[in-house]
């Protein structure tokens, strides 16, 4: 028809399109997953990981501004989900505050598997700082650090390990420059931390260390609490519930004053809150003492939350709840 097509430039979508294409990595995309293909991949893993996480970081940033405001993104690159899909970092806006979260990047493409991982940043950094000054402090304690241990080196290797660990759980960004890769699914996480920093840190030679500190998993599970994803990972320290915490005092308020001749209306009236809110929550002013206690401390079970209690409830009986929320 004498119809000429080409010779014309890019579009942003068809360049987008082109640098997402998994094609180029030796995948076949089938609607939202990919597989391994049969032929040769066209460019090396690393380099397709570092575009993919320049276009998220590109794709959260306002037109016109230079820098990408997503918040923490010390581990880009550097996490896996249980597919292999690189978790990159993005970003929301709720009520004028920012979240961040590490988002499979498959979801962030416009996918809806659930396999898809998203998880909150700072949770997830927290956690991952936890676990390698555990990890360290244990190593440290065992006399694992190196591969041939010695004696004559050992306390003081043990003492620039626990300053090590101090360091990781005072300064937030420094998991970005030890981690070098972290794959997780649900259950456990392996990491593999870099050697260089660390023997520098330690004062020995790369070479010297242990395998088994370089490399190493993990427990890593997530709990959902209403739209929250709890993440617990690692030896889980005291961390109080500010909700349930507030709930149970507004439980013991409204069963005092049922108890002084109020009725359910009027301290629903006085609360702003509706007769069932009140009715439902009332009964965890009767919780086991033990149990109260361990809700202020921060011991309370990981998985136990105000939506729990509502849903599953709890027996009157304080021995019976003491078996259904251990430990406590």
């Not at 990919?34 to 040769?40: D, E, F, R």
């Not at 840190?201 to 929250?228: K, M, N, Y």
């Not at 702003?272 to 809700?295: D, M, N, V, W």
Request: with cysteine; charged share 20%; net charge positive.
């Amino acid at each position: 028809s004498g119809q000429i097509r080409g010779a014309g430039p890019f579009s942003r979508g068809q360049l987008h399109y082109l640098l997402t294409n998994p094609v180029y990595i030796g995948r076949i995309r089938h609607k939202e997953m990919s597989y391994p293909g049969l032929h040769a991949p066209l460019i090396a893993s690393d380099l397709w990981d570092r575009v993919q996480a320049r276009l998220i970081a590109a794709s959260a940033r306002p037109r016109g501004r230079g820098v990408c405001p997503t918040g923490s993104r010390i581990l880009t690159g550097k996490l896996r989900d249980a597919t292999g899909d690189l978790l990159t970092p993005t970003h929301t806006q709720r009520h004028g505050r920012r979240f961040t979260y590490y988002v499979s990047h498959r979801l962030i493409a416009g996918g809806t598997d659930p396999s898809g991982w998203r998880l909150p940043a700072e949770a997830l950094e927290a956690s991952l700082r936890r676990i390698l000054a555990a990890h360290l402090r244990k190593a440290a304690e065992g006399q694992a650090m190196l591969s041939v241990p010695e004696a004559t080196a050992a306390a003081g290797l043990a003492r620039r390990a626990a300053e090590l660990a101090d360091r990781v759980e005072a300064d937030a960004a420094l998991i970005g420059s030890l981690i070098t890769a972290a794959g997780l699914r649900q259950g456990r996480i392996q990491l593999q931390l870099a050697a260089g920093p660390i023997a520098l840190a330690l004062d020995v030679p790369p070479e010297a260390l242990a395998p088994d500190l370089l490399a190493f998993d993990e427990s890593f599970t997530l709990r959902r609490r209403g739209v929250e994803t709890r993440i617990l990972a690692g030896a889980m320290l005291p961390a109080p519930d500010p909700l349930l915490i507030r709930t149970l005092a507004e439980a013991h308020v409204w069963a005092r004053s049922l108890r002084a001749g109020k009725s359910l209306t009027e301290i629903a009236s006085a609360t702003g809150h509706s007769e069932p809110y009140i009715r439902t929550r009332i009964p965890l002013a009767f919780l086991a003492p033990k149990l109260q206690a361990a809700i202020l401390d921060g011991r309370q079970p990981a998985d136990l939350c105000v939506a729990r209690l509502l849903r599953d409830g709890s027996p009157m009986d304080w021995s019976e709840q003491a078996q259904i929320f251990a430990p406590i």
